[in-house]
């Protein structure tokens, strides 16, 4: 077993957006359609060189928007075809629409969004307003922190969407710039992957001339609720298939990120959990507060959609204080990070620490390792003096004292 | 392809198969159904529909029933196009990976109202025809979005009522003119492009056999009495359809491979009055308004007349 694995592995350096583009070929995708939008153009640029280059049998449809993107590869799912599309930002907010459509439709699409802020103004840079705004459209969504965990994350997405018991699209995000164009060691599978860990098999109801189905009708309110619960049964249902299609992959190719992922939590009193990039910075401010006596922790959340309720549970229930960052704001509610929000209303009949929201990088404004020393600094002193506000502490913004 | 050799000729050469059947809601009258029931018999069971949003999409999927005989999808209003392009590529990516016979034909076809086609489809069908897939996309054209209550389109005529241009004090109706999807078309560059009217249905399933036939995107603009909006007797939805051709309002044309023809001649043209007068939807014009849609029509087939190089469509009845 071993020695096939070792044949099967190859180092690359590659960004985020190459490391995703690598996935989708491995993966085998039959048809990819996708509008260039900064930070994301370079995932598609790689697929049609790859296609170019013959490495890649795939169609490539060069739409004339993200709507259409987004629609044309429902098309070709429908069909039975393996699919793929990118975008961030404006370009996922046009697809609102679709995005809603794709997860009613129960059709396997697997996307990828290189996170970046949402107009107005115009900012190219890095923070989750888009993703954040589609929260609800029933899509599963995956945070990946580093680009190994990206392109691991996509071959698994296609495992998650098209296993019959789930059946719905799969969203895989990451930072934009911060990861979308920084360089890393990326291990990569090879094409067998698709034959090995994801094999092509229809799972799903599938437009065919010998066997025809109406898909997309109208509902009367006499049906309509009832896809709407057996959509939002299927959502909640897919954890234990993401978790096991996590298992399986490090079994095969020796790494797994579970749900919910952190470090050095075991005596830790507070924690601060993040998403994406931020984790691993984190993770070196813990090494660091430590030193001062502090007795932190990070956590990691990897998956968003369907919420790992259980599995974060059992990582924060014994903490004093859990500090969130949010990298979107939640316009006009208390405290208005959404994460933040979903924690709290999630363990709102349970004995769970307080938990103080922070609002951090949006529009890519800078945060260094520093400013997460900083902001446990902020936990510990407002855990330690009873002290944790409803309000979003808005970190980093000029003019506002914290 | 297989369509050569069945050329329809004669009412008897139209398939018998039907493949849009009965238990859907539309209005009784419409027209609609006479065109797509058309389509699917000319296309046969080797074919996928995507529809856009409207009145045929609504009134034949009623959840659990459907009226289609064939793989059928409808994702949204304005996508039609693209998602017949996904569909299209799929068949495509999947015959070249053996997952579909390579020899299998599948005839995909997106078919769409005027909203779903010259407003707010017109993106995804602008992308669909310059992209070149090999999709016949057809237009069912009854002049304004019917499925949301008879609100004016890109499509329709000048001087019609609809409810968001009333007849009022200031407002005497549609005071634009028709967007020409013919000719926006024809400068995609797409090789069959043509318009038809089910009031002759040889014509009409001609059109849908060559735009089927055709190596790459094909585009069939169909006029479609509703009686509804139009405010005409459910019975004289053909009637008016004829008229359309009759007078001229609707010439039956065809442009392939550069090659443009009038399908349908007319030796000598009704006067426009014959068509306006079924419809409620012109019951407000004047005798001044009617001539002037009158002399639009005289410059329309003096410019028809010029392109075809010969007097395909004759002067007025005396
Ligand atoms: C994005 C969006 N905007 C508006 C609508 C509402 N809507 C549904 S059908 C329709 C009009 C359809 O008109 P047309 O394409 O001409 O087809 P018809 O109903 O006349 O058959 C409208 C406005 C919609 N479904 N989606
Ligand atoms: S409103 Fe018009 S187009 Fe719609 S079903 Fe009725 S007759 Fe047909």
Known sequence: MTAVIERRKEMKALSTN????????????????????TPQTTVVERIAELIGEGQLEAEIIHVESEHSALSAVIGASAVGARVFTATASQGLALM???????????????????????????????????????????????????????????????????????????????????????????????????EEYIPKKQTWNVLDPDKPITMGTITSPDYYYEFKYSQAVALEGSLPHIIKADEDFRKLYGRGYGVVDSYRLEDAEIAVLATSSYYINLKYAVDEVRKRGIKAGAIKLRVYRPFPREQLYSMIKGLSALGVIDRSVSFGMTPSGPIALDIMSSYRYRDAPPVQSFIAGLGQRR?????FVKIFEILEKRAA?????????????????? | MSFEETRIKTLWDIPKEEHFVGGHSLCAGCTASTIVRHLLKVAGRNTIVVNATGCVEVSTTSFPYTAWRVPWLHVAFENAGAVASGVESAIKAMKAK?????????????????????????????????????????????????????????????????TTTPVTRRIRGEWRTKKDMFDIAIAHGLDYVATANPAYPVDMDVKFQKGLNTDGPSLVHVIMPCTTGWRFEPRYGITIAKLATETAVWINMEYDRGNFSVTVPVRKRKHVREYLKLQGRYSHLSDLEIELIQQQIDRKVEEINRRAGKEVIGPLEA
């Open chain 1, 18 to 37: 190459k490391a995703v583009a690598e996935a989708v070929k491995d993966s085998d995708v039959d048809v990819v359609a996708a509008y260039p939008i």
């Open chain 1, 96 to 194: 609102h629409e679709v995005l809603h459509i794709t997860s009613g439709l129960r059709l396997p699409v697997v996307m990828s969004v290189a996170m970046r802020s949402l107009s107005a103004p115009i900012s190219i840079f890095n923070d989750h307003s888009d993703v954040m705004n589609q929260r609800d459209s029933g899509w599963i969504m995956i945070f990946a922190s580093t680009a190994q965990e990206a392109y691991d994350s996509i071959i698994q997405a296609y495992r998650i969407a098209e296993n019959p018991e789930v059946l719905l699209p799969v969203m895989v995000t990451y930072d934009g710039y911060l990861m979308s164009h920084t360089i890393e060691p990326v291990e990569v599978l090879g094409k067998y992957v698709s």
């Open chain 1, 367 to 371: 945060m260094l390792i520093e400013d």
């Open chain 1, 385 to 402: 003096t009873n002290s944790i506000s409803e309000k979003s502490i808005f970190y980093g913004v000029k003019g506002v004292e914290l």
């Open chain 2, 98 to 162: 053996g997952m579909i016979p390579f020899e299998k034909e599948i005839n995909v076809i997106a078919l769409a109202g005027d909203g779903g086609s010259f407003d707010i489809g017109f993106q995804a069908l602008s992308g669909l025809m310059e992209r070149g897939h090999k999709v016949m996309f057809v237009i069912y054209d009854n002049e304004a979005y019917m499925n949301t209550g008879i609100q004016r389109s890109g499509a329709t005529p000048f001087g019609a009522w609809t």
